[in-house]
């Protein structure tokens, strides 16, 4: 699976439990960190653990595991990283506050809006 494949099921995994702005960015060539960063939010602590939850269910039905997750305990900034791919889920504030999207604003992205 290509890191492009990857994020666009991460993205998909994250819009099946009702994330909010769901971005993919396309840091290529501009980080060694990532190929791509998916971003977004859910309204709740509880609504972000079922989102890295489900991630985390659908990428291992197609054999992949991520290296490390965190922040899944506090929720709300959960981190999944599947090495090209790095999974953030924000509750709505610390989205705003962190701005990571903003930080790579220069970068191509990819946007669904669901909810």
Known sequence: ???LQLAEL?????ADKRAREVATI???GKTTVADFF??????????VRAI???????CRESGIRPLNVAG????SWACLDFDSVIAHVFL??????Y??????????????NVG
Do not use: H, K, S
């Not at 709505?92 to 506050?97: L, N």
């Open 38 to 47: 998916v971003i977004c939010e859910g309204d709740t602590d509880r609504q």
């Open 99 to 112: 701005d990571l999207e903003g930080l790579w604003a220069e970068a191509r992205r990819r946007r669904r």
């Open 10 to 14: 991460i993205a998909m995994a994250a």
């Open 1 to 3: 699976m290509t890191p």
């Open 52 to 58: 890295v939850d489900n991630i985390e269910d659908v």
């Open 92 to 97: 709505p504030g610390e989205r705003i506050f």
């Open 26 to 28: 396309d840091v290529r």
């Open 72 to 75: 899944v305990r506090d929720a």
